[in-house]
Structures are given as structure tokens and as C-alpha cells.
């Protein structure tokens, strides 16, 4: 399963090196990124036209970063090879080129020359970088420099970043956290975000009854088992199970693992001693995991199993993992298409995140091609009854393990099926990088939006409070009547009803507070989330788009 472009193993040594000096030198402040105006300066220099250029960078930024990495940098430098030589650019050209480590670098014209030029000027006091004499940093581009001054005014300074995701950070930390605090949203809704969530890989996560085969379509997906894995047909998954890469097989426990600053999982504290006994991280080398992060799940209880009450707050953890996930995958078996009390809140807790779900028939060579017709229509008329959405629901139909597929249970039109469901998933998992960087704007916006909503509501609550007496009375008449405050908030500032929070989970919320304590509503943090939204984005977009359009 390839995710992105060409590794860095598909380059010789020696080419790694040549490359090494040339990636120091243009990355000229030395921060191990190569931005768009660095490249088409350097990119120039190998007299590929501007549309082909246009197409080596998209491949090469294939994450939409806006800049470019080392292991990134090689492969626009092999497109470019590539371009020279007459080949048209397309995103499967290096996968589909033979002897990739031994292609040539490309011809740059005057480079040699501009190298020894520095070499030469050590002396002078050209600063050196890992042995490369670098280029002077040129002044700082402002992120908003598109931007008329009469509305440059309006907006906070973030400097020079060199991602979209460093943009997001500033915009996070200066205009939207303020009014998240201000307001408790992380106490209503989501944890407060940090670094670590902006940095954190893309995360798949795996939700079904025991026996669905959460835990082998992983190992499929890995072509390997990863430590910690167990697979039966009882509930071998006890556990949530975060599978990423690191730089050797092991499991890290769960209260070692919310405890590290470098992780995305500090606020799974939250949650208590009896859910991180239940929680580990399992870590291994492999080239899958340098891209996602894939998260296994305990199977959900169904039958008499349902009964027996959780330590921890399952649900809960389930909400918490999908709103961080780029993608959510319910598993079925084709004997096991009941949807129990248990799964019907676990899908319940999905909701706002409707369009991360994908829906997987697994097992499906296990009957035949009539049986299977039947097991899908009545598949698609359990998830109407629980996905409270008026589309249909894509269902892909597959047989995720290392077995070969049961051949005398489908027939030949069964089996092309078969082959094209599984590719098709496949193809939405392969995209899953490229799109992150997209998934991560849109859902930075949607908290944004959300988090405006939450601070309306809870000032509009504070406005309603009386001044002296009555208070506790108030407050309760309040909570009664949420809805009506809702729709008056809906009302005044002419928002979305769609947008707004369930009603009976804010409710219970707020009974553990004092509507009194709250904030008066703060038109300075509004205008800074609305500028934010109206303006700092889509500056932030434009700089980071391809240098080439």
C-alpha cells in the first residue's frame, strides 16, 4: 500500500549526499524546511517549464504542508531528473520508473559555480551549515503581506511561519484559545488543543462488535503483527490500542504514554486511572506508521454482554478519539449485523463527525453472492436506523486478512465486486495523508465556529441571570428552558440551528456550574475569531499554495 511519494530508500547514498548539500543550501534558514519561495528560485535553475514545475511541486507537497521536507525534497529533485529527460510529469511517475535509485540529479544550471562561490567566502563570514555554506536568510515575509493596510491593522502579527500548520498554531494560541478559556468550551465540548495535536500523523480509528476483524485488518494493512495484537473469535481487544511508529517494537502503558509533552493523549487523563489501565500505545518501525496512526478498539458489547457495566466512561473515550481521527471505520461481520444498545451510543457520540465514517462489511467472502446481497440490504436498513443522516451510507464490502479470498462462495461477477469495494478503501486510506492537511483547516474552522456559538449562548445565559435576588430560581428556570434560549441566540445573530450543541448534553454540563460566574459576552474576542476566520485564513491558504499557480 503506497501513501505517498517516493521514500528516501529509493535514492542511492551517494545521491542522499549530493542532495544533502543542495537541501541545506537552499533551505536557507536552516529550520530543515524548503518553503515555496526557496524553490522557485532553485527550481528555475533547472530550466524545466513552469507547468511542469507547477506538477513537481503538488507531487513532491503531496500533504498540501507548504513546504517541503528533505525526503520531499529528493523527490521533486528526481521529478525534475526525470522532466530533463523528456518524461511528462505525472503522480505515478516514480513508482512506475524503474531503477529510481539510480537516477542522475538534475542538471542546475550555475549551481556548481553559486557553491563554490560560498565555499570560497568562508572566510568572510558566510555562515556554515553542516558543512554547507548557506545563504544569508532574506527578511522575514509577513504572512499577511496580501493584505490592504487599512486592514492590516485588524490583525495580530504571527511573523514569519513556514507551514500552514505553524500558522494554525499562532492563530490557535492568540485568537481562539482566549475566547475557549474565557468561555470553558473545553469544560462543554472538546480539551483545549496543544502542539502535539497540530503535529500528531493522521489517525484511522476502528470501531465494531468483538470478532469483526478490527484488529486483523490492521495487520493487513501492516503486513505484520504489531506488539500487542491478539486475534480469536472471543473479545481478545480489551483495550484501546494506539498503533504508531517508532524506532522499535514496544508497548508503552497508557499512564506513561498521557503523561508524555510529545504525544496527543494528555487529556485522555481526564478519564481516569480505570480507562489508562485500559489504554496502551504500541509502537514499530514500518513505513505505513511514518504516516498514520491507526487506533484499535475493544469490541463493543453486544447480547447479555452488554450488562456488565465499564470502569470508564467508553463512550466518552470513543467521542474523544473520533473528533482527533481523520477517519472512522465501523466494522461488521455478515453474522453479526445486529446493532446492539452499546453500538447504537458509540454511534450516538459520532455525531458532528459524520463525515469521517466509513462503513466495512468484513468477512464478506464468507457467503455466498445472493446471501451477500441479502446481508447488505439488511445492513443498510439497521444503519438507517441509528445514522440519523438523510444520504445513504457508503458501504464497502471486503475480505480484510491474509487469507486468500473464498472462491466457492463467490461467483465470477461476486468476486470482481469484491476486488473493487476493497480497492476502493483502499484508495480513501492512501488519501488519507494527502488530505490531512485539508482535514485539519476544516476542522480548525468548525471549532472556531463552534466555539463563537458556545460563547453567545453562555453570555446570553449570564444576561438572563437577575442582578440581585432569585438567582438560584433563575438558573433553574434557565436549564429548563435551554431550548428557548437556543433559538433566541439562533435568532439574534442569525446563526445556523445545525451548528449548535446537543441540547441535553450542555444541559447536564451546566448543571455543575454557576451561570452567575460566567463571562459577559467580550465583542474583542468575537471580532478576533470573526477576522480570523473572514481574513486570517485565507491569507494563510494563499501564501501556502503552490508557488507555481
Not at 217 to 230: D, E, Q, T
Not at 363 to 381: E, N, P
Not at 464 to 484: F, I, R, T, V, W
Amino acid at each position: 500500500m503506497v501513501t505517498v511519494s517516493a521514500p528516501i530508500a529509493s535514492c542511492s547514498k551517494a545521491h542522499q549526499k549530493i542532495y544533502q548539500k543542495w537541501f541545506n543550501f537552499v533551505d536557507s534558514d536552516g529550520d530543515g524546511r524548503v518553503t515555496g519561495d526557496d524553490a522557485t528560485v532553485f527550481f528555475a535553475k533547472s530550466n524545466v517549464e513552469k507547468p511542469q514545475l507547477k506538477q513537481v511541486w503538488a507531487i513532491a507537497d503531496s500533504k498540501r504542508q507548504g513546504f517541503l521536507g528533505f525526503n520531499e525534497f529528493i523527490t521533486a529533485m528526481q521529478l525534475l531528473s526525470l522532466a530533463q529527460a523528456g518524461y511528462g510529469i505525472t503522480a505515478n511517475l516514480l513508482r512506475t520508473t524503474d531503477d529510481v535509485e539510480l537516477l542522475e540529479p538534475p542538471v542546475m544550471e550555475g549551481l556548481d559555480l553559486l557553491l563554490a562561490k560560498h565555499n570560497g567566502s568562508r572566510n568572510n563570514g558566510v555562515p556554515e551549515t553542516n558543512g554547507v555554506l548557506a545563504v544569508q536568510p532574506a527578511p522575514a515575509k509577513s504572512l499577511f503581506t496580501s493584505m490592504l493596510s487599512k486592514k492590516s491593522s485588524c490583525h495580530t502579527s504571527l511573523g514569519k511561519v513556514t507551514s500552514i500548520v505553524d500558522g494554525l498554531k499562532r492563530l490557535y494560541n492568540e485568537k481562539l484559545k482566549p475566547l475557549e478559556v474565557a468561555y470553558r468550551y473545553n469544560d462543554f465540548a472538546s480539551p483545549l488543543l496543544t502542539n502535539t495535536d497540530f503535529d500528531a500523523k493522521p489517525m484511522v480509528m476502528l470501531l465494531g462488535q468483538y470478532s469483526t476483524g478490527k484488529t486483523t485488518f490492521i495487520k493487513h494493512l501492516l503486513k505484520s503483527n504489531y506488539p500487542g495484537a491478539h486475534i480469536g473469535p472471543e473479545p481478545t481487544t480489551d483495550r484501546f490500542i494506539v498503533v504508531m511508529g517508532g524506532p522499535d517494537e514496544r508497548s508503552v502503558p497508557g499512564n506513561t504514554i498521557a503523561v508524555q509533552a510529545d504525544m496527543p493523549f494528555n487529556t485522555l487523563t481526564t478519564f481516569g486511572g480505570a480507562f489508562l489501565s485500559k489504554f496502551e500505545c504500541s509502537q514499530m518501525p514500518h513505513p505505513l506508521l511514518e504516516h498514520i496512526t491507526f487506533v484499535d478498539t475493544p469490541g463493543v458489547l453486544s447480547g447479555e454482554k452488554q450488562r456488565t457495566q465499564r470502569s470508564y466512561d467508553f463512550t466518552g473515550v470513543i467521542k474523544w478519539f473520533a473528533e482527533k481521527c481523520d477517519l472512522i471505520l465501523l466494522l461488521f461481520d455478515p453474522h453479526k449485523l445486529d446493532i446492539s444498545d452499546e453500538f447504537k451510543r458509540v454511534i450516538s457520540s459520532l455525531h458532528g463527525q459524520e463525515d469521517k465514517i466509513r462503513v466495512v462489511l468484513n468477512k464478506a467472502d464468507q457467503v455466498d453472492t445472493q446471501q451477500l446481497m441479502r446481508v447488505y440490504g439488511a445492513l443498510m436498513w439497521s444503519l438507517g436506523k441509528v445514522l440519523n443522516t438523510p444520504e445513504v451510507t457508503r458501504v464497502y464490502v471486503g475480505s480484510f486478512n491474509d487469507k486468500p479470498v473464498n472462491k466457492e462462495s463467490l461467483d465470477s461477477m461476486g468476486k470482481e465486486l469484491f476486488e473493487k469495494e476493497q480497492d476502493d478503501l483502499l484508495v480513501d486510506l492512501m488519501d488519507i495523508p494527502k488530505k490531512a492537511c485539508d482535514r485539519q483547516i476544516n476542522e480548525f474552522v468548525k471549532r472556531a465556529r463552534a466555539a463563537k456559538i458556545h460563547a453567545y449562548i453562555i453570555s446570553q445565559l449570564k444576561k438572563e441571570m437577575p442582578a440581585m435576588m432569585g438567582k438560584s430560581k433563575a438558573q433553574q428556570k434557565l436549564m429548563k428552558n435551554l431550548e428557548d434560549v437556543f433559538a433566541k441566540v439562533q435568532r439574534e445573530f442569525h446563526l445556523p440551528a445545525g451548528d449548535f450543541p446537543d441540547v441535553e448534553h450542555f444541559r447536564q454540563v451546566l448543571g455543575a456550574y454557576n451561570i452567575d460566574k460566567f463571562e459577559k459576552l467580550k465583542p474583542k474576542m468575537i471580532q478576533a475569531v470573526d477576522e480570523m476566520l473572514g481574513y486570517d485564513i485565507p491569507d494563510l491558504l494563499k501564501n501556502f499554495k503552490n508557488p507555481y499557480e
